[in-house]
């Protein structure tokens, strides 16, 4: 009933989204030289990091590291569901307080916030995927069916990202120490994802390794963009079936916990 609710809230303030999303762009843009660019200058930068690291300080094969002869492209799918999902839970974690003017007036959907947010990293996301898809056609990379599965997967991802930042959201306006540290904890995480490392390269160290492919749902949906992208097309249905169920109960969940708070929020920021 709380997903039916949300849904028909997004339809019905349909122009308070639009206008929370014109919103986080101004505000995270407006006034830079780059403007929009910086969304796709600052995962390219990283990258140049990455090299710097293990190509050139520690000396590693770059096609040892990920397996792969396009390490680049491979390093950039790798991230890329990653930065959609950390914009969404980030954002999303902070957007209570950041909105608390907005969320004082009477009547006002906090809903649509993390709503909003997941749009704007969306839009992001889906116009670095249709440049991989320009791409692509001038490598060797040969075009693979399970490219078309990147929507229900970018689905799932979707599901888990806003169940988190639902979750988050309230968590943070009554313990403010955690937007400071839910960054931390984000990049921990990031760093026992597969995203600029293949799985090959911890597979002696089998604590870790099964952390990795088990313990961590993030762990599928990188796997899965890069595999797909960089044509390697390896699809595992159980992993995506387990992905979306962890997606599906992590949303509702989220969700509800916000549901039942949300009346107190205006208080509380």
Known sequence: MHIVYLLKLCLEKRDIILSLIKRE??????????????AYLIPILQIGIYFLIFG???????????????????LLTGMLPWFYFAEIVLAGSTSLIRYSTLIKKTGFPID????????????????????????????????????????????SLTLFALGLSYFFSIL?????????????????????????????????????????????????????????????????LFAAIVFLLISIVTFYLGYFIFYKTKNYVPDLV
Request: proline share 5%; glycine share 4%.
């Open 25 to 38: 762009f101004y505000a995270r843009y407006a006034g830079s030289l780059l403007w929009l660019a910086w």
């Open 56 to 74: 050139i300080i520690l000396e590693k094969p770059l096609n040892k590291i990920s397996g792969s002869h396009h390490y680049y492209l491979w």
């Open 112 to 155: 649509v916030i993390a709503i909003s947010i997941f749009f704007s990293a969306a839009i992001k996301h889906l116009i670095a995927l249709a440049i991989f898809f320009i791409i692509i056609p001038f490598t060797n990379i040969p075009f693979s069916w399970g490219m078309l599965e990147l929507g229900v997967v970018f689905l």
């Open 172 to 236: 943070t306006i009554v313990l403010k120490d955690l937007g400071h540290a839910l960054p931390i904890i984000l990049n921990f995480w990031f760093f026992i994802t597969p995203a600029v490392y293949s799985e090959n390269l911890i597979e002696h160290r089998w604590l870790l390794t099964y952390i990795i492919k088990y313990l961590n749902p993030m762990t599928f949906p990188v796997t899965f963009y890069r595999d797909v992208i960089t044509g390697a097309d390896r699809f595992d």
